[in-house]
């Protein structure tokens, strides 16, 4: 079974950084790229950033380029995601997720709030 | 990039009933479009992916369409485990942009 588990969440100031991880069991980590996807309270979806398998290929939304930063380790089977220069609208609930360009496998989320 | 816009932004439906659920892209996107479940406390759930292919063990009930710009959902014989909040996602380009969702609630 696919598992995918968040963790690093919390209350931060703005300005302030985090960084967020993502375990991943119940498959071959190292063949499939990883996204993050974000969720501020009583909004959609918003995906933030890709990773590809080897690292290569990296992409972000224009809402995060140049505060995020997204990695991975393969031996680890864990996901990333650095977060610099916070802001209010952070704040969300954060979702490492399994890609087929669409986001077959979910976590369960870890919340980031971002508040002074 | 890509606005997705979903319709209606809620939709009341009765047990039993067929609840028709609209996403419109405002480029095409060719077939490169998701749909999401979501109920409250959860994360998306994907349902169909490539317009209309349903995930292994997603009911026949739920059934997706369309191409290019226009796409829609179909649940026919609404059970009481359907209300929830559906969203679509296109996955033509970057960056990957979803709908603002469609409430389907209990009328």
């Known amino acids: 079974e696919v598992q995918l588990v968040e963790s690093g969440g919390g209350l931060v100031q703005p300005g302030g950084s985090l960084r967020l991880s993502c375990a991943a069991s119940g498959f071959t980590f190292r063949t499939y790229s990883m996204n993050w996807v974000r969720q501020a309270p009583g909004k959609g979806p918003e995906w933030i950033s890709y990773i590809g398998v080897r690292s290569a290929t990296i992409h972000y939304g224009d809402s995060v380029k140049g505060r995020f930063t997204i990695s991975r380790d393969n031996f680890k089977s864990s996901l990333y995601l650095q977060m610099n220069s916070l802001r209010v609208e952070d704040t969300a609930v954060y979702y490492c997720?399994?890609?087929?360009?669409?986001?077959?496998?979910w976590g369960l989320g870890t919340l980031v709030t971002v508040s002074s | 990039e890509i606005i997705m816009t979903q319709s209606p932004a809620t939709l009341s439906v009765s047990p039993g009933e067929r609840a028709t659920l609209s996403c419109r892209a405002s480029q095409p996107v060719s077939s490169n479009l998701a749909w999401y479940q979501q109920k409250p406390g959860q994360a998306p759930r994907l349902l169909i992916y490539?317009?209309?292919t349903r995930v292994t063990g997603v009911p026949a009930r739920f059934s997706g369409s369309g191409s290019g710009t226009d796409f829609t959902l179909t649940i026919n014989n609404l059970q009481f485990e359907d209300f929830a909040i559906y969203y679509c996602?296109?996955?033509?380009?970057?960056?990957?942009?979803f709908g603002q969702g469609t409430k389907v609630d209990f009328k």
């Open positions: 997720a399994r890609d087929l360009h669409y986001f077959d496998s």
């Open positions: 490539t317009a209309s």
């Open positions: 996602q296109h996955y033509n380009n970057w960056p990957l942009t």
